[in-house]
């Protein structure tokens, strides 16, 4: 025996879970024992001279001699007990050995403590053995050993334990079925074994003990059945406050927070007393109902308890959270501040708090504050919601910045905080990093592939996402409905079509069908594919229980890839057949459809539906209003929509701003650019960078180009295009080959953007140069880009390279051609004379040319004086657009230039007649420094 307990000091020590049983014991058993008080017995025997103390005893026993200083029965119970207080292996070795050599190890509380000593020190084993070890086990020990096995989480073996206890007969008492409870808690099947554990307690006549029936209210709203832990609150007689705390906690663990203040009013108008636990929950409750008025009562309540006072922060930690998510964080900091000692809880709840309320700078430095008091120091919860923080609001820095400071102060990245890095790292646009971490995860989760498959997603690589999706299967991990989510959201373009009708399969075969998220993100999936029938289908098939959401998945799925007559119609057959309510995301949606289709008379319809259901209030619905009617050319009623909004944001001002340029209107936006209540971000800069180029400011041009400086503006992108646009236009080419070489990074709209200014300065050549090295560094060309060429061709004479772009565009580059590049060739043609060939060009379009072909037919017959070939384009834009008075003027120019007098009297009279009137030229000049 005395070889087993040495050598079980060499097993690894264990922290312990659970508080368990304590046994107290007489220190000695008459008023004369020789023996030492506990402190005393304590004091020598664990001071460093306890081990030679007991290793002389060893050696010495069969000479020992009875004197006063003999370490005796009482003594060993003492260190015992201290041993189980305080675990530490080594001394329960020694004390065991101590035990043995005098004989005590048949006490049976003296073993009993044993068990729990060794199981606290992190020996089960050993506990395992003295159990063994004693022949009469009364249900103290039995229950001992359970909690030794609970403790160590060796769930299994409590179980067996339990159940050779029933098998020999062993009378188990109401303390057996506590510990129990929190065994079956721990299985699959928990609330079957609960119930079964109930019925023994129920047989044996146990139930009526309290703490079984607090146990029995737990551990039932653990298990989701709230109505048998309500019925076994209303059996309780004598309701403690153990009792009531269980029901306020049980309510609000099961997402019925109003319940759960129903209780806590109930207990406290029968006088019971109310703890830190109660409260806190009560507080919780409030939280969970966004109840901040009853929280500032709960407030006072606490405060009049006195638990602004004690070194129990729970309370206090409680307040900081029901604050913080009420949006009322300056209350919330007034209530940390205030709190004396601040335990973990504390720090993580007021970051939290920030973070949640978007005070970054606050957030990081009370992370700073923290670290510098060094008293408690952050740990996972601080860097999963800073890093959260960061997720959201794109901080690359400051996400690696946590990142290097979870390196130095953890010991290994636990699989949660590595999850939030890699989702930080692809909310930042950085899935190279993010790969790295996920491929460096040991045991990485389904959420680390969750997180994998929608970074790629979000990050428009379609083809990264779905391929893990397919390993992910190959993996044969439970998939749940996250992981549809996140892979559904990379079918965004027809060519994935078949992949996420095949994820809608499995979705069918997993069970999510009917899941309401299943649903919108299956309508938003085909929507963004283009298979409206298969969207639509979907949408009719639950219509009748159809939410908001689905709804809005539907319309403003059609209005993002540009079916907004699809969008109205959807919007018309929800209000029809639906009942569910609109909300700011679909009026967004529609106020946008009806702007890009040009329908006046339906937009005002919405309009006049946003004011009299309340929405148009929102600042959402407002900017979306403002782009509708400056898209609408309707200046003054864009302008009383921004003046109309009291909550307007910085997109309020940007979109005014841009409805403005819009409508050439650029002297007025520049004034209230003046104005402007924030600081300009990129698309305001952009915006306003398009009035300059209008009015050819170079003056107001520069002095934005210098605040887009000193913001750091001037390496984004459209930024970059914006300058050299307004520059070009401004005649200042050189300025705008400047900013393009020295731009660090090159988007599709800066190639753009150079081409057209190569294009209006006649440099045709060059800017054929520029097209050229955009398609060696892999840009791919868009509509646009080819519009500018064609432009450029046509100002600079370079027809046979115009033509040839123009026949290639579609073969070798994907770029169909529209309206805007039949009129540049058109234009290109008629520029070099050769009028016949533009003509037959038009006239075998599949299309039916439109006004802007015809006119651009026009303007080359009158530069060449060509009536004839006048005349007849004349005549079919007169069809086309007969209040259009540029073409009768056009036409009648050419009579001029041919010397028809006659004829071109006869149009003007025509055009006096109808009455129709040219808007006067004008021409701007900008006097200041240039």
Known sequence: MIHWAVNTALRK??????????FSFPKSCNNHSPFRTESSIINHTLSPKFYHVSHHLFDEMPQRTQVSTTIGFFDVLNLVEYC??????????????????????????????????????????????????????????????????????MFRDATRVFVQMLQEGIKFDSLTLVIVISVVLRFTLRLACLQAVHSLGVRKGLILDCDLHNALISSYAKCGDLASSERMFLGTEMKDKISWNCMINGCLSNGDPDKSLWYFKKMVSCGTEVDNVGLSCAISASTCLLDLSYGKVLHGFAIKLGYNETLNVSVQNSLISLYSKCGDIDAADTVFRGIYVKDLVSWNTMINGF???????????????????????????????????????????????????????????????????????????????????????????????????SGYAQNGNSRCAQLLFKKLMHQCLECTLSTALAVLSSCNSPKF??????????????????????????????????????????????????????????????????????????????????????????????????????????????????????????????????????????????????????????????CIISALSQNKKAKTALQLFQNLDFEPDEITNSTILSA????????????????????????????????????????????????????????????????????FHSEGQNAMAIFNGMIKSGEKPTKTTFINLLSACAHSGFVSEGLRYYNCMSDEYGVEPVTEHHVCVVDMLGRSGRLNEAYEFIKKQVVKPDHGVWGAMLSSCNYHGDVEMGKKVGEILFGLEP?????????????????????????????????????AGYSLVDVGLH
């Open 13 to 22: 020590s264990w922290k312990p879970i659970l508080n368990f049983i304590s």
């Open 84 to 153: 189980k207080v305080r675990p530490d292996l080594q001394n329960v070795v020694n004390v065991h050995s101590l035990a043995f050599k005098i004989g005590v190890l048949d006490h049976l509380p003296t073993s009993t403590s044993l068990i729990m000593a060794y199981s606290r020190a992190g020996d089960y084993p050993s506990s395992v053995a003295v159990f063994g070890d004693i022949c009469c086990k009364d249900v103290v020990v039995w229950n001992a050993m359970i909690t030794s096995a609970v403790e160590n989480g």
């Open 355 to 453: 973070s949640s309320n978007g005070m970054i700078l606050e957030a990081f430095h009370l992370l700073r504050q923290m670290q510098l008091e060094g008293s408690i120091q952050p740990d996972t919860v601080t860097m999963l919601s800073l890093l959260s923080l960061c997720a959201e609001s794109m901080l690359l820095i400051e996400g690696k910045t946590l990142h290097g400071l979870v390196l130095r102060r953890f010991n290994g990245l636990s699989i949660l905080v590595i999850n939030s890095l890699m989702n930080m790292y692809a909310k930042c646009s950085q899935m190279e990093s993010a790969e790295i971490l996920f491929m460096s995860a040991q045991d990485r989760d389904l959420v680390s592939w969750n997180t994998m498959i």
């Open 497 to 654: 079509l078949q992949f996420g009708q095949s994820v809608h399969s499995w979705q069918l075969r997993l069970g999510f069908s009917n899941n309401i998220l299943s649903l919108n993100s299956l309508i938003c999936m085909y929507t963004s594919c283009g298979d409206l029938k298969a969207s639509y289908a979907l949408l009719e098939s639950v219509s009748t229980v159809a939410d908001t959401a689905c709804w809005n998945a539907m319309i403003a799925g059609c209005t993002q890839i540009a079916y907004f007559s699809e969008s109205l119609e959807a919007f018309k057959l929800m209000r029809r057949v639906s009942d569910a309510k609109h909300d700011f995301v679909t009026l967004v949606n529609v106020i946008s459809a009806c702007g890009n289709l040009n329908l006046v008379f339906q937009g005002q319809l919405v309009h006049g539906f946003a004011h009299k259901t309340l929405i148009d209030e929102d600042v959402r619905v407002m900017n979306a209003l403002i782009t509708m009617y400056g898209r609408f050319g309707d200046v003054d009623c864009a302008m009383l929509v921004f003046d109309f909004c009291s909550n307007r944001n910085l997109c309020s001002w940007n």
């Open 692 to 759: 300059c180029t209008q009015l050819g400011s170079i003056r107001h041009g520069k002095q934005i180009h210098g605040h887009i400086l000193r913001s750091n503006f001037h390496e984004n992108c459209f930024i970059v295009a914006a300058l050299i646009d307004m520059y070009s236009n401004c005649g200042r080419l050189d300025i705008s080959i400047h900013i393009f070489n020295s731009s660090p990074k090159k988007n599709i709209a800066s190639w753009n953007s150079m081409i057209s200014a190569y294009g």
């Open 883 to 919: 209040k259009n008075v540029g073409y009768y003027v056009s036409l009648a120019n050419t009579y001029v230039a041919a010397g028809s007098w006659s004829d071109a009297v006869r149009l003007r009279n025509f055009v006096q007649d109808v009455r129709l009137k040219k808007p």
